[in-house]
């Protein structure tokens, strides 16, 4: 679930499909919320600027995506990377739910 935003000015017409649904009101929106419905996802730089946006997985934590490439991960077994050259998304969940 995304918190409603109106429109999506960083999405060419035609890649909203390349885009999960809990992520499109987010796209060029810094400091959206996505809870992300299934790990692990990818999302493309090209198709949604995710830059800024909470993102959170249930029972794992979050993490808000950083400018530039790097990698965040928490105790509870979430993780988001940006990774380096394409600035595209990943965001996973492994382990137990919870804290370690």
């Keep these: 679930m995304a918190v409603p935003i109106a429109g999506c000015?960083?999405?060419?017409?035609?890649?909203?499909?390349?885009?999960p649904p809990e992520f499109r009101a987010a796209c060029g929106h810094p400091g959206?919320?996505?809870?992300?419905?299934?790990v692990p996802v990818t999302?493309?730089?090209?198709?949604c600027d995710l830059t800024g946006v909470v993102i959170s997985y249930p029972r794992y934590g979050g993490a808000t995506v950083p400018?530039?490439?790097?990698?965040?991960?928490?105790?509870?077994g979430f993780t988001l990377v940006v990774h380096p050259g394409t600035l595209d998304v990943t965001v996973?969940?492994?382990?137990p739910p919870g804290n370690a």
Aim: proline share 5%; hydrophobic share 25%; net charge positive.
């Design 67 to 76: 400018r530039g490439s790097g990698g965040i991960g928490t105790s509870s």
């Design 43 to 47: 999302i493309r730089h090209a198709d």
């Design 92 to 95: 996973n969940a492994t382990g």
């Design 9 to 19: 000015g960083s999405l060419p017409p035609g890649t909203r499909s390349a885009v």
């Design 32 to 38: 959206a919320h996505v809870t992300v419905r299934k």
